[in-house]
């Protein structure tokens, strides 16, 4: 209400300055007395001129104020952050910031500003600091009380005492709390995770299960673990106590590890029963093992590949004088060495993160034995690519040996030599070793590269033929062999590429791309999916060697909530989308077969470390303002207007501070001894006091 | 006033004259028409047969003789490392830069005449390729020791054909080069003459797995390595001994191993066992 009012009084506004004034009314004083007591002719008169001459520098003025007093504020905190989106919370909030806002509207000379509490990513529910922020705009004699709705999990409550009394601003701060008293829930918590981790070790990740809100000690609880899509495994833990997890780093790139604790009975959220670590596996060095046939021109394209690579150990195996060409030259004339291949083949052959055989022939060199081993290494894991010539047809080629069984096509007997140029196939189009090559063949068009000459021929083919030859015969065969991979070049002509023959071609790509999809670097999956975080975005790109159509994938926001997501096609092979992150946390995509995670913000965000509604945090505050907890589950409380001096709150009912504040609007002004009235008085006076005097 | 000094200017810079490349372009036109007409029209490298079977390669100098033992040379080590090594290499080739597709061919040894014509524009392009790509040019002024006068001004030639080519900074071969150990351990590099001093890259460049694009020697090493068609060597070796000839195919050896395998024997896996043999 605007209750404007009036008030008059009279003001003396001296013009000079009070001493001086005081100085010559005592001496107007001592003279007018002198004159007085001596009973001088027209003292009276003088007396009146002095007193007139007084009065006029005291300059007395009638003053009319008109004055309106001031609506006071309240402030009402809204927290719309992630915890609040459990269960009906937002609900209640809702409804009670409705009917707030309902009787604020009721009460006189009362204006309520509502302040939405935002989530803050990392930093949780930062109510304080909004409220700082709005408080800081209301003057303070203004303030009536502040009205928080949330479900107290506050992060930036004050909690040192100073704090705490300028927190509230010094009217009544109320707390009502969404959700219910005594809540539990059960969290993951991650204690310990490393983000990097080496190639071929393992990391610890410490957590710990914890029950929130629950009176027993610990517990037993099965907890589930999934890594990268594979099958989860479970494990029974005690809660409250450490618990470490040996996470085997199988792979350059991000690992993921989910972790899932079962469910507590009633317990508020099932959110932050998850915790997600992600695990940054980079390699140490590249262990590399070229075990190369008879020397020819297209030899060292390996080497200088490879030796160009400062993160590659390579090791080189080569025969360079055949047994039967022993031409009796003394051992110290001699610069070749017995090779250490027991060492090699079979003591450290696992330590190799890649082998590859370029033209090799097994004349009796290495024993089936040691070939056997090689083959075991492939299902068990290892990466083998193969560049072969004519020695792969016939009695010494590689695929009569053992290793043979782990080889993708066998030789028909055939060696075509003919000029022609490599193809990407349709599958090579959309293989992350052959994808988007430069130069390569279009729709119809040969592709830019340099002609080879000859092409070793198979048959029957397994895995993916990504390159062809002459009449679209296989080229480039990649193929899965148990755990591991296996690469096939049915030429040895790549080297004329590095030379630059007829142009050349992009043979480092192929062979780096190769080599790093033997190595299973995640960058070159060609069944993928992938998310990133790219600045208040997830970025999501998907990569499959089928046809047709990418999948829509289901998106599952940190706070629960799912929606499909439609996927554009970016290229062979290649689909991807984005969409706005507007949840700090995990958020879980998912094409039906495989799972991406991102972490926006902190992986495990401390809006999700507590889900119970608390009054716990804000206490300190409410408490030390004088204002009241209400659990909105419980009543909705009323509205009241109270005096400063008065409590703040009752039984069913929070207070708002009354605090009559005012401006003032108007201010008439009269000067009640106009100086010519004074000047009339003053010199009519002294006239006839003079004459008086003279007479 | 302002043109007037404008004319002075120019005039005082000489820049009133006729355009100097006017009168150049007429003789320059004229040699580059020579150089067409002058030079063999067809290639003789067929890529097919280069590109399937690994073989060495001579610059042809123009100069009959000089052409026949860099021949007779290449098929003799041919046939030496062939009997030797597990390396089977082909027929050797004469080819010339610029005509020919150097791309197929590991080495190129180059016998330094004082009367064979520069490179052209054409030939340094594919010659600079040719060492970029990972080759090696070997070349032989084969004027050491007893050989001095019998190939006169030929370190002139020297420099006047690698004018314009990207010839790395050089140093004499140090005693634990790969060229030492690369097949045979070897401590000097004999040819028909010895004494000659033989350089290589003196920063080792990684992304060519620390091979020298350029080998420069003066031993002669063609003509040691020479046979004729009787299986004879028909160029007897200064001083003499057989020991200097089966030096000088060891060295040939070496050479392309060290063209066909690059840097292998300094391979980290190879050093303890072969400092063990050489005593150190």
């Known amino acids: ?695 | 006033m302002l043109s007037l000094d404008l004319l002075i200017a120019l005039w005082l810079r000489g820049l009133l004259r006729a355009p100097a490349p006017a009168r150049a372009a007429a003789p320059a036109a004229i040699a580059l028409f020579l150089v067409f007409v002058a030079a063999p029209v067809s290639a003789q490298v067929d890529p097919m047969r280069a590109a399937l079977e690994t073989r060495l390669a001579f610059v042809v100098t123009g100069s009959p003789e000089v052409d026949r033992v860099s021949r007779a040379g290449l098929v003799g080590l041919t046939d030496f490392v062939n009997r030797r090594t597990a390396a089977n290499l082909a027929e050797p080739l004469g080819v010339r830069p610029g005509l020919d597709d150097l791309s197929f061919f590991p080495l190129l040894y180059w016998p330094v005449t004082a009367d064979q014509a520069s490179p052209d524009e054409r030939a340094i392009e594919a010659l600079n390729a040719f060492m970029r790509d990972g080759g090696i040019i070997v070349f032989d002024t084969r004027d050491a020791g007893l050989g001095r006068g019998m190939n006169a001004g030929a370190s002139a030639a020297l420099q006047r054909l690698t004018r314009g080519l990207a010839i790395p900074e050089l140093h004499p071969v140090p005693a634990d080069h790969v060229l030492t150990r690369a097949f045979y351990l070897l401590s000097d590099f004999p040819g028909r003459y010895v004494g000659g001093q033989t350089w290589v890259q003196r920063h080792e460049d990684r992304a060519n797995d620390s091979v020298s694009p350029v080998v420069i020697g003066a031993n002669d090493w063609a003509a040691a390595w020479a046979v004729d068609e009787a299986g004879r060597n028909p160029y007897a070796t200064v001083p003499g001994g057989a020991r200097q000839r089966l030096l000088a195919y060891r060295f040939g050896v070496n050479l392309v191993m060290y063209a066909l395998t690059g840097n292998y024997k300094g391979d980290q896996v190879h050093v303890p066992i072969i400092l063990e043999r050489l005593g150190q």
């Open chain 1, 1 to 695: 209400m605007d209750g404007t009012r009036t008030l008059a009084s009279v003001a003396f506004d001296p013009l000079l300055p009070t001493p001086l004034f005081v100085a010559l009314g005592l001496l107007a004083g001592i003279a007018v007395g002198l004159a007085l007591w001596r009973r001088a002719r027209g003292a009276w008169l003088r007396a009146f001129v002095a007193a007139v001459l007084l009065l006029a520098l005291a300059n007395p003025r009638l003053v009319q104020e008109t004055r309106r007093s001031l609506p006071d504020v309240a402030v009402l905190l809204v927290d719309q952050t992630a915890s609040q989106r459990v269960g009906d919370r937002m609900a209640v909030t809702e409804a009670a910031r409705r009917a707030i806002e309902d009787r604020a509207r009721s009460l006189d000379a009362l204006e309520l500003r509502t302040v939405v509490v935002p989530d803050a990513g990392a930093n949780g529910t930062r109510l304080f600091e909004a409220l700082g922020r709005a408080l800081a705009e209301v003057p303070r004699g203004r303030l009536a009380g502040t009205i928080a709705i949330t479900d107290g999990q506050i992060h930036d409550a004050p909690e040192e005492a100073e704090a705490i009394a300028r927190a509230s601003g010094g009217a009544p701060f109320h707390l009502l709390l969404t959700g219910r008293r005594g809540e539990t829930d059960r969290r993951v918590r991650v204690l310990d995770a490393p983000p990097f981790g080496i190639v071929g070790r393992s990391v610890e990740v410490r957590l710990v299960v914890e029950d929130l809100g629950t009176a027993g000690g610990a517990d037993g609880v099965t907890i589930t673990q999934r890594r990268d899509g594979e099958p989860p495994r479970q494990a029974r833990i005690r809660t409250g106590e450490a618990h470490t997890i040996r996470v085997p780093i199988e792979r350059a790139g991000q690992t993921v590890l989910e972790i899932e604790a079962e469910p507590l009975a009633g317990e508020v959220s099932l959110l932050n029963n998850r915790a997600v670590v992600a695990i940054n596996g980079v390699r140490d060095r590249l262990r590399v093992l070229l075990v190369s046939g008879e020397p020819h021109a297209g030899q060292r394209t390996w080497r200088r590949l490879l030796k160009a690579d400062p993160n590659v150990d390579l090791v080189h195996f080569t025969i360079l004088r055949p047994p039967e060409k022993d031409d009796l030259t003394p051992l110290s004339e001699l610069a070749l060495i017995a090779f250490p291949v027991r060492e090699l083949f079979q003591v450290k052959l696992r330590e190799f993160d890649l082998i590859i055989f370029d033209r090799f022939a097994n004349r009796g060199i290495l024993p089936p034995s040691y070939l056997r081993n090689i083959a075991e290494y492939v299902r068990g894991g290892g990466g083998l690519f193969l560049s072969v010539g004519p020695e792969y047809v016939g009695p010494v080629s590689l695929f009569n040996t053992p290793l043979g069984q782990v080889l993708p096509a066998s030789p028909t007997g055939r060696i075509g030599e003919a000029p022609f140029r490599a193809r990407v196939t349709e599958v090579g189009m959309r293989h992350p070793i052959t994808a988007a090559l430069p130069g390569a063949n279009a729709a119809e068009a040969e592709a830019a590269w340099g002609r080879w000459y000859r092409r070793i021929d198979v048959a029957a083919p397994r895995g993916q033929v990504l390159m062809s030859g002459p009449g679209g015969e296989p080229l480039l065969i990649a193929d899965r062999v148990g755990e591991g991979r296996v690469a096939l070049l049915l030429s040895d002509q790549i080297w004329l590429w590095s030379r630059n023959h007829d142009g050349g071609g992009p043979q480092a790509e192929i062979l780096r791309r190769a080599a790093h999809w033997l190595m299973k670097e995640p960058d070159l999956e060609e069944e993928d999916l992938r998310a990133r975080v790219d600045g208040e975005r997830i970025v999501v790109e998907r990569r499959s060697l089928a046809e047709g159509p990418p999948p829509s994938l289901t998106v599952t926001s940190p706070s629960g909530e799912t929606r499909m997501l439609a996927l554009e096609q970016l290229g062979p092979g290649r689909a991807g989308a984005e969409f706005m992150a507007d949840q700090p946390g995990v958020w879980r995509l998912t094409d039906g077969s495989r799972l991406a995670f991102a972490a926006v913000g902190a992986g495990n965000p401390r809006e999700f470390l507590d889900l119970r509604a608390l009054a716990e945090p804000a206490l300190p505050v409410v408490q030390r303002s004088g204002g009241g907890i209400v659990w909105l589950a419980d009543q909705l409380p009323e509205l009241r207007r109270v005096a400063a001096d008065r409590p703040a709150r009752g039984p069913g009912w929070i207070g708002l501070k009354r605090n009559r504040d005012h401006v003032v609007t108007g201010v008439a002004d009269l000067p009640l001894m106009p100086p010519w009235a004074a000047l009339v008085l003053i010199l009519g006076a002294a006239v006839v006091a003079w004459r008086r005097e003279g007479q």
